[in-house]
C-alpha cells in the first residue's frame, strides 16, 4: 500500500514506442528533443517538417490518435532556456491505442508575425475543430483547413482572447454596452448561410430545409446549436455551432493561483464534479514533486467512482427520456439522488464538491461514512436490473437505437473518440487500466466493451460501467488504509502551527503560501484520466510562479461533439437525437 | 315542448360533460403520472390539487393571444376550432345509456364518426401549414401521414363489429352485445382499433406531430393562449372519445351487471383512459417510419384478415 503511484512510469522512450522512432527519424526532420516532467517524449519540429513527420508517426502503426492539438502564446513566459524560439508554439500530442500506453509530443514553433500553419485535417479529421479553436483563441492560421471560422467565441469577435495581450476581466474594459443596432448584427452574423458551408439549396428534385436545431431545444443536453440540411426528415448534412457556454476557462486559470482554480474545474464538465479536480490536481503535484498518501489515493478514487456513477445516471436517464420514454429518468434522479446524499456528507456539497487539494483531499471521511455507502452498494444494483427491464429490453428502444450511429474502431480513433464510446465499438481500452494512476492497479475491475459500436452498445456500456465503479467503490470500502488524507509537502499545507511563532523560516513560509498560494517549480505536465466521458486531459505549463502559465483543458465532449455530422448524414431527426443522447457530452464540457 | 326542450338539455348537458372529462383528464394525467413516476404531482392548488384544472383553465383564457405576424392569419385561428369541433360532433353519436344520447340511433354512426376524424387531420395538418414554421411544417407532415394511414386500420378494424352487428349505427352494435362483448370474438380488431386510436389522438408512444424531443412543440409550436387549449382540451377529449368508443364498439358499452347502465360505462371509459395514461408513462417512442411500416406491413393486413374470417363466420351462421 506504500508503493507510490505515478501515471507517467508508463510513457517514455521504451523500444518499440512512438518515442523511440520518432527518435530515429532522420535529423533533418526534427529540431531538437526536451525533456518534460511528465516523461512524455517531446520534439520540437519546424513548421516545413510538421506533417511529414505526423503522416509518419501515424502510418508507423495501428490506432494512432491525435489526443489533443493545443497552443501556448510563449511571449511572456520566463523560463524556456535551451529551447527554439517561439511566440507561439503549436503542440500535437500523439497517443496510441494498441496496446499499452504510447505518447509523443510534437512541438512547432512559430513567430507571431508570420503565425501560420499547414492543417493537417487530412491526417486526423478531428484537428478540424482543434486547429479552429487554435485559430479562434490564438490566432494561428492553419493553412488549408477546410473552414477555418471561429468556434467558441461569436463570429463577431475581435481579438484572440487566449493570447497573453488579450484582457482577462471584463473590469480591464470600458462598461459594456449594448445597442439596438449590436443586437440586430449579433443576431444576423448568427444567420446559417449554406454556401459558405459548401452545401447546396437545391437538389436535382427538391428544395432542401435548414433546420436551425437549437441553441435552445429539449434535446440537445445545453446550449447547443446544430444546423440540419434536410430532405424531407432525412438529414442530408450537418453543421454543429457550438460555444453559447463558453466562459474562458483556461484563460481563467492564468489568473487563479493554483489552489483556488480548482473549484472552477469541478465546473467544466458539471455532471462530473471531483472527476475534473482529478487530472487537475495530480498535474499540479506532478510539477510540485508532491506524494498523495495512500489514503487520500483511494479517497479521491471513491468519490471519482461516485460521480461517474451520478454522471453516467444522468447519460441514461436522458437519454431514453430523449427517446420518448418518460418515466425512467425520474427513477434515475431518484438514485442520482441517493448518490448526491453521500457525497454531501462527505464533501459538503453536492454537484460541485471541489474536493481535492493539491497533494490530497480537503478533509477526512466522517465518521459512519461506510456505512451509507454499503447500503447504497447493495441498493443500486436491483434498480439497474430494474432499468434493465424496463429500457434495455423494450422492443422499441431497441429499434429506436440497434444500428444507428454506428463507427468503427477505426473510425472513433480517427475521430478522437475515447471512453465509453470506443469500448462500445469492441476495444478494450481504459486509461484506469492502461496507465493506472493513483491506485487504480491495485483495483481488480472489468473493462465493459461491446461489439457494433451503435447507439445501443453504447448505452449498455455506461450501464455496465455503472456496476464496475460500484465493484471499485466496494474495494474502497473494504480496504480504506489509515493514514493522512494530505501529503506533507511544503507546498500543499501549511507549516506546521505551533513551529510558526518559533522561526521566521516557517512563518514566511506560512505567510507566502497562505497570501500568494504555492509557488509550483516551473515545468510542463500532462496529467489524462479516464474521465466519465473518455479521456480528460490538462496539460499544464508553469513559469514558476504562483499561478498557471498556460492550463489546456482537452475534453472528451469537445472532441466527441464533432463526430455528430458524420454520423448524423443520411439518418432522420428521430435518429439525431438518439444520436445525441447516446453521444454522452455536457456543452460546458464542450465549450470550457 | 317536452320533445324539444329534452334533446336541448341533452346536447348541452353532453357537451359540457364532455369538455368536463377533457378537463379532469388533464388533472388525472398528471396526478397518474405523479404516482407512476414515484413524485406526487400537482397537489397544491385545492384538496389533493383538485382545483389545478381550474387555475390551468383561467391561464389559459386570460394569456395573451398572439399570433405570429409571419403566420397565415385565418387558417391559423381556424385550425383549432376544426379540430376541437370535430371530436365533440363525434361524441353526438355515442351511446352513453339506453336513453341518454344524442343521435345514437343514427343509422350511419360509425361512418359519421369517421368522417369527422377524417376532418380532425385537417387540423393538425392546417396550424402545422399555416403557422409557418419549420417544426410546425414538420409536425403538420407527420400528421398528415400518421392519421390518414391509421385511419384506413381503424376503418377496416372496426368493419368485424359491424358485419357482426348488421349494422352501423352504434345503438344496435351495443345492443348485439348483450350476452357476449365484442372484444371476445373481436379481439384482434380490439386490439387494432385501440392501437389506431391511440395514433388518431396522437398520444405518447405514436405522439409524432408534436414529438416535444425531435421537433419542439410540433404543429403547436406556435400557439398560446386559448388557441392552444382548444388543442389541449381536443386531444384529452380525443382520448375520451377514443375511449368511449372501444367501450360501446367492444366492451358492451353501458352492458354490466347490477350497477346502473351509466357507471358500467363511466367505469369502462374510466379504466381505459388510465390505460392510455400508462401507455405514455410507460413507452418510448419509435421512429415515425417505424410506426408507418407497422401500420401498412403488420396491422393492415392484420385487420384484412380479420375481416375475411369475420365475414366468412357470419356467412356460415346464416347460412345454417
Redesign the interface.
Known sequence: MSEVFDNSRAAGAGTGSMGAAVAAFPPHMLMMEEATRDGVPTFWVSRGQIRAVLQAVKAGGALRMLLDLTCVDERQRIHRDGLPASDFTVIYHIQSFDGPIDEVRFKVPLAADDANIASITDIWPNSNWLEREAWDLFGVVFEGHPHLSRILTPPTWVGHPLRKDHYARATERPPYTLSEDQVFDEQEALRFDPESWGMKRHSDNSDFMFLNLGPNHPSVHGVFRVVLQLEGEFIVDAVPDIGFHHRGAEKMAERQTWHSYIPYTDRIDYVGGVMNNFPYVMGVEKLAGITVPPRAQLIRIMLAEFFRISSHLVFYGTMVQDLGQLSPVFYIFTDRERVFEIIEKICGFRMHPAFFRIGGVAMDLPEGWDGEVRAFLDYLPKRLDEYNELVMKNPIFKARTKGVGVYNTEEAIDWGVTGPGLRATGLEWDYRRKAPYSGYDQIDFDIPTAVNGDCYDRAAVHIEEIRQSLRIIRYCLDNMPGGPYKAEHPLAVPPPKPRTMHDIETLIHHFVGVSWGPVIPQGEVRSCIEATKGLNQYYLVSDGGSMSYRTRIRTPSFIHLQQLPMLSRGTMIADLIAIIGSIDFVMADVDR | MMSIIWPILVIVVTVFGVLGVAAVSTMLERRL?GV????PGPNRVGPFGLFQVIADAMKMLFKQDWIPPFADKPVFLIAPIIGFLAVLLCFGVVPITPIWSVAGNLNVGLLFIFGMLGLGVYSVVLAGWSSNN??AL?GG??AAAQMISYEVFMGLSVMGVVMAAGSFSIRDIVDAQTNCWFIIPQFLGAVIFFLAGVAETHR??F?FPE??????AGFHTEYSGMKFGMFYLAEYAGVALSSALVTTLYLGGWHGPLLPPFLWFAIKVFLLICFYILL???????????LMSFGWKVLLPLSLLNILVTGAVVLLRAGV
Open positions: 403520472l407512476f413516476q414515484d413524485r419549420k417544426y414538420l407532415m407527420r405518447l408512444p405522439d414529438g416535444e424531443n425531435e421537433i419542439g405514455r408513462a410507460a413507452l418510448p417512442r419509435p421512429r415515425y417510419d417505424q
